[in-house]
């Protein structure tokens, strides 16, 4: 299994903490850098074999980072850049599927996990997409996740429409590679976001939930 990490955000909501560095190289607490909490996060699972950093700007910082760190994982840990052009998060992950063409793991670069990864990997043979949600309620922030049995049947990230939805996107997926090569083919795009793929995958009713009870934790917030 394989696991794509969205690096690539800039951190504007913390400000002067990541004035000059990548938001997933902020510090916690001063200690390590969130991207080695969520590296040491995926190392308990011996079915993950290779990260990617999907990258843009500061990405130099990354990659310095990498290179010290990658002998204290099992894993192989490699970057994936933008390039010259701003691709989005949605672009960022149609360079990376075209690239790997492999089913993949995908989390967001500021979200801290807490539950047990292995319930979705165990997914991977069900040869279907997954998001994992969170019964929030609007409490630690807007719910965007409207479900209906065992499907997602809406997904909407804008605050302004005051939803009343139940449940929140908790940051990490399991993406099929066939579904995404599909939707590629009719995406011209080249900077676009993530929920594109998102709502295709729910018209087509292809995108499907497993559902936590661990609370999930944002680092811009």
């Known amino acids: 299994m394989i696991v794509a990490i969205l690096a690539g955000g800039e951190g504007t909501r913390l400000k002067e903490i990541t004035k000059n560095k990548p938001k997933v190289l902020a510090k916690v607490k001063g200690k390590d850098p969130f991207l080695k909490i969520q590296l040491d996060y995926f190392s308990k699972y011996s079915e993950i074999k290779a990260i990617y950093l999907l990258t843009k700007k500061f990405e130099s910082q990354v990659k310095r980072f990498v290179d010290v760190i990658q002998e204290k994982y099992k894993f192989k840990i490699s970057i994936i850049s ?33 539950f047990n990864l292995r319930y979705l990997i165990k997914r991977r043979y069900n040869k279907k ?92 917030k």
């Open 82 to 114: 933008d390039g010259k052009r701003k691709l989005g998060t949605g672009g960022a992950i149609k360079k990376f599927s075209n690239n790997i063409r492999k089913d993949f793991i995908l989390i967001y670069g500021d979200t801290f996990p807490t």
């Open 129 to 220: 997409n997954y998001m994992v949600i969170f019964k929030n309620n609007n409490l630690y922030d807007l719910s965007n996740i409207k479900i209906n049995k065992n499907m997602i049947v809406d997904y909407n990230k804008d605050k302004s429409m005051k939803l009343i939805y139940s449940y929140i996107d908790y940051g990490i997926m399991l993406f099929r590679y066939q579904e995404l090569s599909k939707i590629n083919k009719f995406i011209k795009y080249v900077n676009f976001d993530l929920s594109i793929y998102l709502k295709r995958l729910i018209e087509e009713k292809k995108l499907y939930y497993l559902l936590t009870d661990k609370r999930f934790y944002e680092m811009g």
